[in-house]
């Protein structure tokens, strides 16, 4: 089975300072990967992902994700963090269930951006 | 239309009650899902539809039921539940079965 680890509970940034949530990932083949954020009581919002090509993949409101095949890393990166970024984020990987494709989670990073 | 909408937002249920959740989408994706998730936690895979069909389901209890009523709407029905079903209540789809899209959830309390 696939699986991706965050190893931070929480991260703690500076409003205008760079961010980075750390994702490293162990899978048999190629790795399907994805950020996901999520706001207190909402549901998962996608941020990007990898799937082939280009290392540095660039989603949603100015993140982006450096996919490192020496290191089984997919960290996220933000150059200049908004207090409005703290949330809980999520790394994913695709598996397949049965013959069924299925996202396998990691237990999330909190993010904090202290004004 | 590119959303997942879930209804309704909150629910409030005693241990006897039935009821319903229902997520739609129409971006026309074959496949979706429902997960369960508890405060700070990622999301638990319960169950899986692919065209209509149900294909996965992941050692849920009987007292929760889904149910595909056509390729856009899916309804996760609740009878019996207990305290610890108290949860967010997730509904997803994908496309292409890469990155799926999730609606906003159900908060679900259970007295």
């Known amino acids: 089975a696939q699986s991706v680890a965050q190893p931070e509970d929480q991260v703690n940034v500076a409003e205008g300072n760079p961010l980075t949530v750390k994702c490293t990932y162990s899978v048999s083949g190629n790795p399907y990967l994805f950020w996901y954020v999520q706001y207190p009581n909402r549901g998962l919002q996608f941020l990007l992902k990898y799937i082939t090509g280009d290392n540095l993949v660039k989603g949603s409101y100015g993140f982006e994700a450096e996919f490192n095949k020496s290191q089984t890393s997919f960290h996220l990166k933000k150059p200049s963090a908004l207090v409005s970024d703290s949330a809980l984020y999520f790394c994913?990987?695709?598996?397949?269930?049965?013959?069924?494709?299925?996202?396998?989670f990691g237990k999330g990073t909190m993010l904090l951006v202290s004004p | 239309d590119t959303e997942v909408t879930q209804t309704p937002k909150h629910l409030v249920m005693g241990m006897t009650n039935k009821k319903s959740l229902k997520c739609e989408q129409h971006m026309g994706h074959r496949a979706m899902y429902w997960y369960k998730q508890k405060a700070k936690k990622p999301p638990e895979l319960m169950f899986v539809y692919s065209y209509e069909k149900l294909s996965i389901n992941e050692s849920v209890p009987s007292r929760f039921s889904p149910e595909c009523p056509n390729s856009s709407l899916l309804n996760l029905h609740l009878h019996a539940l207990q305290p610890e079903d108290s949860a967010l209540y997730l509904c997803?789809?994908?496309?292409?079965?890469?990155?799926?899209?999730f609606g906003p959830g159900t908060r679900l309390t259970v007295l």
């Open positions: 997803a789809s994908t496309r292409d079965y890469n990155e799926q899209f």
């Open positions: 994913a990987v695709r598996d397949l269930l049965r013959g069924y494709s299925t996202l396998t």
